[in-house]
Nanobody, 114 residues
């Protein structure tokens, strides 16, 4: 059974930082493109960042220069370092593993507010 378990979300003030983690079981993440998506209330789910099997990265324009995606294949875990957080970053953040199949985590809430 495949599981992607996100952690690290929470409440942070504007300008603060959080690091999200996505721990995978049932798959070997090195064989997948791993991504982070987010969904704010009333909005569609959107790609935040992804990292390919070859470690190429891609970011949404809104997070470039502030967020960094990385992977630790030995730990079967993917991370999203989020700096300079803004209120508009508030959303549920989902981990995604994509190859021949597509898997999702249950999401973790990130709230940026003073």
């Amino acid at each position: 059974q495949v599981q992607l378990v996100e952690s690290g979300g929470g409440l942070v003030q504007p300008g603060g930082s959080l690091r999200l983690s996505c721990a995978a079981s049932g798959i070997t993440t090195s064989f997948y493109t791993m991504g982070w998506y987010r969904q704010a209330p009333g909005k569609q789910r959107e790609l935040v960042a992804h990292i390919t099997r070859g470690a190429s990265t891609n970011y949404a324009d809104s997070v470039k220069g502030r967020f960094t995606i990385s992977r630790d294949n030995a730990k079967n875990t993917v991370y999203l370092q989020m700096n300079s957080l803004r209120p508009e970053d508030t959303a549920v953040y989902y981990c995604n593993a994509r190859a021949a199949f597509n898997f999702w985590g249950q999401g973790t809430q990130v709230t940026v507010s003073s």
